[in-house]
T-cell receptor, first 116, second 117 residues
Framework: AQSVTQLGSHVSVSEGALVLLRCNYSSSVPPYLFWYVQYPNQGLQLLLKYTSAATLVKGINGFEAEFKKSETSFHLTKPSAHMSDAAEYFCAVTRGGTGTASKLTFGTGTRLQVTL | NAGVTQTPKFRVLKTGQSMTLLCAQDMNHEYMYWYRQDPGMGLRLIHYSVGEGTTAKGEVPDGYNVSRLKKQNFLLGLESAAPSQTSVYFC????????????????FGQGTRLTVV
């Protein structure tokens, strides 16, 4: 079984400040991990993914995440927040491998607010 | 390239009514999924399909049925809607390939907001 815990349902940062959204996972097999972003009244857009290659993963819009097996974490960061980053962010996990369906298990989400 | 398209975008049902949500993808993906999104609970998998004519239950399948008669379409049915099924429903699709990274990336539709009164 797999699960994801996102610490903090709401995070508020000032424009230009560091963004840090926390995600810890639990998985009995090597996980594939994802961060998705959801803008108001829209679907989910993939920000980045970890699929057992490089542990530091760079995504779109300046976001990156580091897979730390020892800490079972996959935190999302961005050095400098922009107003357009305000959205809800979801961490998700699935077991990888060829021929397997991407049955994602999602965290409960973190709403990021960016203030002037 | 439309990606994943969901129909309708909004719907209000009365308790006991039935309806079908349609998902269509034009990326030739083998796998398709239905999720529901509820406040504070993230997204939860309802049903999924690994190919035309095959379906399987996800985490929260009760009260829903699905069909995949064509590869590009995945239908979600509510036979007798209940207020507990008020939610935003998302369809997604993904590849099946020898590249594990590509295999697991899911593409999402824009969602269907369903209210059952």
């Amino acid at each position: 079984a797999q699960s994801v815990t996102q610490l903090g349902s709401h995070v508020s940062v000032s424009e230009g400040a560091l963004v840090l959204l926390r995600c810890n996972y639990s998985s009995s097999v090597p996980p594939y991990l994802f961060w998705y972003v959801q803008y108001p009244n829209q679907g989910l857009q993939l920000l980045l993914k970890y699929t057992s290659a490089a542990t530091l993963v760079k995504g779109i819009n300046g976001f990156e995440a580091e897979f730390k097996k020892s800490e079972t974490s996959f935190h999302l960061t961005k050095p400098s927040a922009h107003m357009s980053d305000a959205a809800e962010y979801f961490c998700a996990v699935t077991r990888g491998g060829t021929g397997t369906a991407s049955k994602l298990t999602f965290g409960t989400g973190t709403r990021l607010q960016v203030t002037l | 390239n439309a990606g994943v398209t969901q129909t309708p975008k909004f719907r209000v049902l009365k308790t006991g009514q039935s309806m079908t949500l349609l998902c269509a993808q034009d990326m030739n993906h083998e796998y398709m999924y239905w999720y529901r999104q509820d406040p504070g609970m993230g997204l939860r998998l309802i049903h999924y399909s690994v190919g035309e004519g095959t379906t399987a239950k996800g985490e929260v399948p009760d009260g829903y049925n699905v069909s995949r008669l064509k590869k590009q379409n995945f239908l979600l049915g509510l036979e007798s809607a209940a207020p507990s099924q008020t939610s935003v429903y998302f369809c997604a699709s993904s590849y099946s390939s020898q590249d594990p990274g590509r295999n697991t990336e899911a593409f999402f539709g824009q969602g269907t907001r369903l209210t059952v009164v």
